[in-house]
């Protein structure tokens, strides 16, 4: 089994800076798929990046430019660095994992990130 915690979230000004980290424990994740997805208040879960464990990224158009996904396999850990955030990027940001397939099996708790005007 893999367990997944998140952390650094918080609450920053718009045009701050966030950095998200998402330790994995359990089982070395350096061969997973790596996702990190946000949920806001009446909104439907959305993907926002993801990262192979070759190293291919994937970032939403929404954030484009401003977040990167990245991971260390020595540590276990993947990280979303958020910058120039805005209001719009408030939500409870989750981070997943996946091996092989198409669905991400595991799942962290979250952390809140919210950005004020």
């Known amino acids: 089994q893999v367990q997944l915690v998140e952390s650094g979230g918080g609450l920053v000004q718009a045009g701050g800076s966030l950095r998200l980290s998402c330790a994995a424990s359990?089982?070395?994740?350096?061969?997973?798929?790596m996702g990190w997805f946000r949920q806001a208040p009446g909104k439907e879960r959305e993907s926002v990046a993801a990262i192979s464990w070759s190293g291919n990224t994937y970032h939403a158009d929404s954030v484009k430019g401003r977040f990167t996904i990245s991971r260390d396999n020595a540590k276990n850990t993947v990280y979303l660095q958020m910058n120039s955030l805005k209001p719009e990027d408030t939500a409870v940001y989750y981070c997943a994992a996946k091996t092989g397939g198409k669905e991400y099996g595991y799942w962290g708790q979250g952390t809140q990130v919210t950005v004020s005007s």
């Open positions: 359990g089982r070395t994740v350096s061969t997973y798929t």
